[in-house]
C-alpha cells in the first residue's frame, strides 16, 4: 500500500509516519510545506490512501489561513477527483480539521471551507473522506507555544521556565496522539467510518479536565523525581500525559538519583512509591550480614534475591512455629513475608547479596507497622 501525507512535517504526520514505518506493506509519500502544489496529481497517481493533516494554524499573516487551508485543500480535492474520474480510483481521504471550524474566527473559517470543499469531494465524486475535527491533540513531538497547551506546561516544566495559568478553572477537551494515529490507522485498513449525524468522523477517548489540574499533574511528574510518589500513570489521561511529558527529557535528564543509605550492614535505596499500590526498593547485604528481624500486623512484602545466597526465618507470633528457606540470584523466586510472622533474611553466601524489595503500602514513620522481635 502506499500512502501520501501533506504536513508530514508537523505533530501528528511526524507520529504518523513512526506508525507507517512500523509496517513493512506501506511505502510514505511526504507532502511539506516547501513542496509545489503542482506535483499533487503526480504524486496521487499510484497513491492508496492521503492523510491532510497540512494546515496553517498560527501565521503572521491571517491570509495565509485561506491559502493554507483552504487553497491546498482544493488542490488536493481537484486532484483526487480527476484521478477518480479519469482511472476510477477514489483515494479516501483522512482530513483533520478543528473543533474551531464551528467558530467565527479567521482559521475556524478557513477549516470550514476545507470541510466543504472534501465533502463536496465526497458527493459529487463517491470517494471516501473522513473528517476529523479533533479538539486539542497532544502527545511527543508536539511544540510548545504553538500547538498545545500541554506541550508548553511540559517543554517549560522540564526547563524550570515558568508557565501562565490565566483561569485554573478552565476545562479543555484533550486527546492523545497515539489515539488519534490508531483510528487513522483502523480507517486506511478498511474499517467501519462510523461518523456522526453531521458526517464527522470521531477518535475515542477524549479527555476533559481544567487547565489548573493539567498544571499540577505536570508539576508532580516533575516533584516525583525527589519525592518518589508517582502520580497513577498506568491509564488514561494520566498514563498518556505522562509519556508525553517524559518525551520533553532532555538528554542530560534521562537519568536522576534516588536516596540511598548505607550502613555497616550494607545499603538501602528507595526507588519508587505509590498513593495506593506500595513501594519499590533494593538493599545489600554483606556475607554474614542479617537484615529484619520484625513483624507486621498488615503490612505484606514481596522480596526477589537477584545476586547472592539468602536465607529466610520465619516464627509465627502466636505459635511460635518456625520456617526456613533458601534461595538465590541464580533462581528468580519471590519471598512473601506474612503478618503475623516475624521474619529476618540473612546473607549465606561469599558475595554481597542484593535484593529487590516491595511493600504493600508506603512506609509511614507515624505508624510503620514494623515491630522488632529477634528469631
Same mark, same amino acid.
Given at each position: 500500500?502506499?500512502? +501520501?501525507?501533506?504536513?508530514?512535517? &508537523?505533530?501528528?504526520?511526524?507520529?504518523?509516519?513512526?506508525?507507517?514505518?512500523?509496517?513493512?506493506?506501506?511505502?510514505? +509519500?511526504?507532502? #511539506?510545506?516547501?513542496?509545489?502544489?503542482?506535483? +499533487?496529481?503526480?504524486?496521487? @497517481?499510484?497513491?492508496?490512501?492521503?492523510?491532510?493533516?497540512?494546515?496553517?494554524?498560527?501565521?503572521?499573516?491571517?491570509?495565509?489561513?485561506?491559502?493554507?487551508?483552504?487553497?491546498? #485543500?482544493?488542490?488536493?480535492?481537484?486532484?483526487?477527483?480527476?484521478?477518480?474520474?479519469? #482511472?476510477?480510483?477514489?483515494?479516501?481521504?483522512?482530513?483533520?480539521?478543528?473543533?474551531?471550524?464551528?467558530?467565527?474566527?479567521?482559521?475556524?473559517?478557513?477549516?470550514?471551507?476545507?470541510?466543504?470543499?472534501?465533502?463536496?469531494?465526497?458527493?459529487?465524486?463517491?470517494?471516501?473522506?473522513?473528517?476529523?475535527?479533533?479538539? =486539542?491533540?497532544?502527545?511527543?513531538?508536539?511544540?510548545?507555544?504553538? =500547538?498545545?497547551?500541554?506541550?508548553?506546561?511540559?517543554?517549560?516544566?522540564?526547563?524550570?521556565?515558568?508557565?501562565?495559568?490565566?483561569?485554573?478553572?478552565?476545562?479543555?477537551?484533550?486527546?492523545?496522539?497515539?489515539?488519534?494515529?490508531?483510528?487513522?490507522?483502523?480507517?486506511?485498513?478498511?474499517?467501519?467510518?462510523?461518523?456522526?449525524?453531521?458526517?464527522?468522523? *470521531?477518535?475515542?477517548? @477524549?479527555?476533559?479536565?481544567?487547565?489548573?489540574?493539567?498544571? %499540577? +499533574?505536570?508539576?508532580?511528574?516533575?516533584?516525583?523525581?525527589?519525592?518518589? !510518589?508517582?502520580?497513577?500513570?498506568?491509564?488514561?489521561?494520566? %498514563?498518556?500525559?505522562?509519556?508525553?511529558?517524559?518525551?520533553?527529557?532532555?538528554?542530560?535528564?534521562?537519568?536522576?538519583?534516588?536516596?540511598?543509605?548505607?550502613?555497616?550492614?550494607?545499603?538501602?535505596?528507595? $526507588?519508587?512509591?505509590?498513593?495506593?499500590?506500595?513501594?519499590?526498593?533494593?538493599?545489600?547485604?554483606?556475607?554474614?550480614?542479617?537484615?529484619?528481624?520484625?513483624?507486621?500486623? *498488615?503490612?505484606?512484602?514481596?522480596?526477589?534475591?537477584?545476586?547472592?545466597?539468602?536465607?529466610?526465618?520465619?516464627?509465627? $507470633?502466636?505459635? &511460635? @512455629?518456625?520456617?526456613?528457606?533458601?534461595? *538465590?540470584?541464580?533462581?528468580?523466586?519471590?519471598?512473601?513475608?506474612?503478618? &503475623?510472622?516475624?521474619?529476618?533474611?540473612?546473607?549465606?553466601?561469599?558475595?554481597? !547479596?542484593?535484593?529487590?524489595?516491595?511493600?504493600?503500602?508506603?512506609?509511614?514513620?507515624?505508624?510503620?507497622?514494623?515491630?522488632?522481635?529477634?528469631?
Amino acid at each position: 500500500m502506499k500512502v +501520501l501525507i501533506t504536513g508530514a512535517d &508537523g505533530f501528528i504526520g511526524k507520529n504518523l509516519q513512526l506508525h507507517l514505518a512500523e509496517r513493512k506493506d506501506v511505502q510514505v +509519500l511526504r507532502f #511539506t510545506r516547501g513542496d509545489d502544489v503542482a506535483h +499533487l496529481p503526480e504524486l496521487l @497517481q499510484d497513491v492508496d490512501f492521503v492523510f491532510h493533516l497540512a494546515g496553517i494554524n498560527r501565521p503572521q499573516d491571517p491570509a495565509e489561513f485561506v491559502s493554507g487551508n483552504v487553497g491546498l #485543500t482544493h488542490e488536493l480535492c481537484q486532484a483526487v477527483a480527476a484521478l477518480a474520474v479519469a #482511472t476510477g480510483k477514489k483515494v479516501p481521504v483522512v482530513y483533520t480539521s478543528s473543533t474551531q471550524a464551528n467558530r467565527d474566527n479567521a482559521y475556524g473559517t478557513s477549516k470550514l471551507a476545507a470541510e466543504n470543499a472534501l465533502f463536496a469531494l465526497q458527493r459529487e465524486y463517491g470517494v471516501p473522506v473522513h473528517v476529523f475535527r479533533l479538539p =486539542n491533540v497532544f502527545g511527543k513531538w508536539c511544540k510548545p507555544n504553538y =500547538n498545545s497547551a500541554v506541550a508548553t506546561f511540559c517543554n517549560n516544566t522540564v526547563r524550570g521556565l515558568p508557565i501562565q495559568v490565566n483561569d485554573p478553572a478552565a476545562t479543555v477537551t484533550l486527546i492523545y496522539v497515539d489515539d488519534v494515529i490508531e483510528r487513522f490507522l483502523q480507517l486506511m485498513d478498511g474499517a467501519d467510518p462510523a461518523v456522526d449525524a453531521a458526517g464527522f468522523a *470521531s477518535v475515542a477517548p @477524549q479527555y476533559t479536565t481544567t487547565v489548573g489540574e493539567l498544571a %499540577r +499533574l505536570v508539576q508532580s511528574f516533575k516533584d516525583s523525581r525527589t519525592t518518589l !510518589m508517582t502520580e497513577r500513570v498506568g491509564t488514561g489521561l494520566v %498514563r498518556a500525559l505522562y509519556s508525553t511529558y517524559v518525551s520533553y527529557l532532555l538528554p542530560e535528564l534521562f537519568a536522576y538519583t534516588v536516596p540511598q543509605y548505607a550502613d555497616p550492614r550494607g545499603v538501602f535505596a528507595e $526507588m519508587l512509591k505509590t498513593p495506593d499500590c506500595g513501594q519499590f526498593s533494593y538493599f545489600t547485604a554483606h556475607p554474614g550480614i542479617t537484615r529484619g528481624g520484625h513483624y507486621h500486623h *498488615s503490612k505484606t512484602e514481596k522480596f526477589l534475591v537477584i545476586k547472592g545466597q539468602a536465607r529466610f526465618k520465619f516464627k509465627h $507470633m502466636q505459635t &511460635g @512455629q518456625t520456617h526456613e528457606l533458601l534461595t *538465590s540470584g541464580d533462581k528468580a523466586e519471590v519471598v512473601e513475608t506474612v503478618p &503475623g510472622w516475624t521474619h529476618d533474611i540473612t546473607n549465606v553466601g561469599a558475595d554481597e !547479596m542484593v535484593v529487590m524489595l516491595w511493600a504493600n503500602e508506603v512506609f509511614d514513620r507515624e505508624k510503620p507497622d514494623t515491630f522488632a522481635c529477634a528469631l
